[in-house]
Structure formats: C-alpha cells, structure tokens
Nanobody, 127 residues
C-alpha cells in the first residue's frame, strides 16, 4: 500500500514561487509513474504535470509549461512540483498521484488511471 502526503502549499503573491512536496510511504518510488493534479473551486480536476519512473519523459499542461517542473528524489521517496511565476489562475488544491507501472517509459495522463492520491495542499496566489 502506498500513502502520499503533500506539503508546501500556502499563499504567495503573483510572480512568486513555491515548491510542493509529496512524500511517499509504503513502497519505493522507483517503479511508479507520478503526477500532480489541481482543482480550483467550481472547476474540474486537471493534470498539471506527469512523469515516468526516472522523469525522462514528462508532460505539462500548456498553462504551466515553462513555469512548473516535476521531479523526484528517490532516496527521500519524495516527488516535487517546483512552481515559478505563479499567477492568480494557479490558485487551486494540488494533489499528487502515483501508479506502479511495468515499464519505465510509461507516463499516465488521466486521473482515473492513478491508484494512489494524496489529500491535497492549497495554493493561493494573490494579485
């Protein structure tokens, strides 16, 4: 069983930066595809960033491309989402997700395909 716990959210001004963390417990990260999703009030959950086992294949939503980076530290069993140049429209609850995959090249873009989720961390960007 895998448990995910997000942290690092908070309030930041427009143009600021935050780093979200997602600590994994139960199993090593090394064979898991990982992702960050977000959900703003009144909106559907959307994919922010996704990566395969070794982060060699990454996918970003157009809205965050060039501003956000997903990466992991396997020894710390932690996934991160580094966010720069934050905008008001980035305000949302951010969730990390994980799924064990059979191949290192697998990357998963649909939320329905992830098996494990964190509880979420709030990010609020003020203008």
């Amino acid at each position: 069983q895998v448990q995910l716990v997000e942290s690092g959210g908070g309030q930041v001004q427009h143009g600021g930066s935050l780093r979200l963390s997602c600590a994994h417990s139960g199993r090593t990260l090394s064979s898991y595809a990982l992702a960050w999703f977000r959900q703003a009030p009144g909106k559907e959950r959307e994919l922010v960033a996704a990566a395969n086992w070794i982060d060699s294949i990454q996918h970003y939503a157009d809205s965050v491309q060039g501003r956000f980076t997903i990466f992991r530290h396997n020894a710390k069993n932690t996934t991160y989402l580094q966010m720069h140049s934050l905008k008001a429209e980035d305000t949302a609850v951010y969730y990390c997700a994980a799924r064990r995959t059979l191949t290192s090249s697998a990357i998963i873009l649909r939320g329905l395909d992830y098996d494990y989720w964190g509880q979420g961390t709030q990010v609020t960007v003020s203008s």
